[in-house]
């Protein structure tokens, strides 16, 4: 009899051959190793007065699909709130960090690593860095279940980033799998998975990623 149970994350990782074998699997990195990507539109933005007594902040963020940019866009409007001038930009865009008093740098990941660019980011600014307060953000499919396991799974996946700043804080959040984002390979094979991480839909927790930025605000404006 054949199995006709909706598709979970393992059964979808075992019919992919293995192609998407990794825990830290996001919308992105699917779209990386599928064919004909869609064209993703990418957040650009800019919030509050920079003034004399205001600190500038620089969220910086690595994303295929869209929606990692969508939640630094939300960490900005919090830190906006809060009084900081904030600049959001994709890391492949920063042309230097003159005049910025923090920076918050966030990336999804594929295949248990984060975006190379986020970690090239990071390394061609290093020595800014060390005299800018900083903190991290993951994305991505392993936190759509938040488990001890599965922070431990982000925070290995975070750990280059760590390395090379050691960050005032780290935020972990689950990612969103869109099927519009996605090209036609990835987009057929997933509209079979029904359970599990891998299943469509925004599985984002607003709440939480607006209260971490709302938590940073005491040291970044500090």
């Not at 192609?19 to 004909?36: D, E, H, Y």
């Not at 042309?95 to 248990?112: F, P, Q, T």
């Not at 984060?114 to 936190?143: H, N, P």
């Not at 925070?155 to 760590?162: D, S």
């Amino acid at each position: 009899m054949p199995d006709t149970s909706p598709m979970s994350r393992r059964k979808f990782l075992v019919a992919a051959g293995g192609v998407v074998g990794a825990s830290c699997l996001a919308c992105t990195g699917l779209a990386a190793i599928g064919l004909n990507s869609p064209n993703i539109q990418f957040v650009e933005d800019a919030c509050g007065k920079e003034s004399a007594m205001s600190k500038k902040i620089l969220i910086a963020y690595a994303s295929k699909c869209g929606s990692t940019g969508e939640m630094a866009q939300a960490i900005g409007q919090e830190l906006c709130a809060a009084g900081a001038a904030v600049d959001v930009r994709r890391v492949q865009d920063v042309k230097n960090l003159d005049g910025y008093d923090a920076v918050v740098i966030g990336s999804a990941a594929r295949m248990s690593k984060l975006y190379d660019e986020a970690v090239k980011f990071a390394r061609k600014y290093q020595r800014d860095l060390t005299r800018l307060k900083t903190a991290y953000f993951f994305s991505g499919a392993t936190m759509n279940s938040d488990t001890p396991e599965h922070r431990q799974t982000a925070m290995t996946c975070l750990e280059p980033l760590v390395q090379i700043r050691k960050p005032e804080s780290v935020g972990l959040f689950g990612g969103k799998v869109d099927l519009a984002t996605l090209p036609p390979l990835w987009r057929g094979m997933l509209s079979f998975v029904k359970e599990g991480d891998m299943a469509p839909g925004d599985h984002r927790d607003w709440e939480a990623i607006r209260a971490w930025a709302q938590g940073l605000a005491p040291s970044f404006l500090g």
